[in-house]
């Protein structure tokens, strides 16, 4: 059998967000099953990420493989200019059954970047379609994190994320402070929207649309905010004529307890983003959705059409994999699976409140994260929680996991305590950070 020539690897491959000079370390996968990595030399990790937080049915489901390969043997790929196939038609009807009822029209993109790229586009020229062309700026809070390309990167946090070198080409989106409240405490909610408030007074006149993430801020540093900050920011959208974009690339499909984050706030998106766990982090696939009246703005604009159209969008394959992973959610097991997980994170994961370098433990649905109170490098801790049999990956100061679905109890109390151990470890010496990683998708 060969083996992964790792010199080869580390002079020529560029891994995501680490330096060509000074390598990130790798691990040597050489398949998975279910919940579990198997390393090249024979090890068995219990995977922390789901992929990045997108394999949520775990590694070789029988149902997905089937499908995909069923399609690889029919129709890979077609372009999908004036051409249609059946996997993309059955894929958006599932998607429009299984969301919100405004939300009617679907777009089908590569990743999630892409899909948030699409959101921004779409509502842009929504307005030059309603006859308002200066909206044009879009509105945010911070903390957040939608993607790596361009547009998106715009709408990043603009203090503490990674995009700060770009600042003088991305385009100047209007920031707001991130909700103060948490996920149990509304406490703050009406300070909060009094900010976002007094920003739309200012500028809603430019403004074409906010994107948020609902609930939970992922990749800027697992924050969960109570839901009745959402509720108010879909009225304040509502009241200063603001599109609303809802991006769930990474909380979509059940990850925080409720199919789409959104229904804890009971409100509806104008545009809606979903990826990763789309296609049960098989493949790349993410879709952008909007209401008739946003497709009816777009389609009245000069352009008369909306100018989007990547080479592989509706990859039969990709909507086959898709298609296979819906079908599981329709299965209805996840409720009761991401139920337990929750229950079982909240119970292991306390102790950890009580060492010296926590400063917070927090759980929302299938995501467990024990932030501590200083800066973490991924380079360094990686080896204990490899020697701990666990995929764990930190960035920033949270020490999280956010596994399959499908993890069976003993597998998630691996994790847990992989997560005290490094907690506890960090509470009697400091860990020097000599590389920090930013951990998304």
Known sequence: ?????????????????????????????????????ILEDGRRLIDGTSSWWSCVHGYCNEHIV????????????????????????????????????????VFFADSGSIAVEVSLKMAIQYWQGRDKPHKQ????????????????MSVCDPDNGMHTMFDAILPKQVFTPSPTSSIDDNTNVASDLAKLRTSFEEHHQSLAAMIIEPIHQAAGGMYFYHPDYLTGVRKLCDEFDILLIIDEIATGFGRTGTLFAYEHAGITPDLFCVGKALTGGYISLAVTMCTDEVAAGISDSPAGVFMHG??????????????????LFNNNEWPQQVASIEAQLKEELAEAKQFSAVKDVRVLGATGVIEINRSLSAAELQPYFLELGVWIRVFGSVVYIMPPYVISKPQLTKLTSAMKKVAKMLSKEKVTPTQHFISHG
């Not at 083996?3 to 491959?13: A, G």
């Not at 069923?70 to 998607?95: C, D, R, S, Y």
């Not at 879009?138 to 361009?150: E, L, M, P, Q, S």
Request: proline share 7%.
């Open 310 to 327: 990547p080479t592989f969008m509706a990859n039969p394959l990709a909507c086959a994999a898709a298609n296979a992973s819906l079908e």
């Open 137 to 152: 700026k879009i509105a945010t809070i911070k903390r957040g994190y939608h993607g790596d390309t361009f547009a998106a």
């Open 66 to 105: 089937s499908a995909m390969k069923q399609q690889l043997e029919t129709l890979p790929h077609v372009m999908f200019g004036g051409i249609t196939h059946e996997p993309a038609v059955n894929l958006a009807k599932q998607l429009v059954d299984m969301t919100c009822e405004p939300l009617t029209k």
């Open 1 to 37: 059998m060969s083996k992964i020539d790792y010199l080869f690897d580390q002079q020529h491959i560029w891994h995501p967000y680490t330096s060509m000079k000074h390598p990130f370390p790798v691990t040597g996968v050489k398949s998975a099953k279910g919940c579990e990595l």
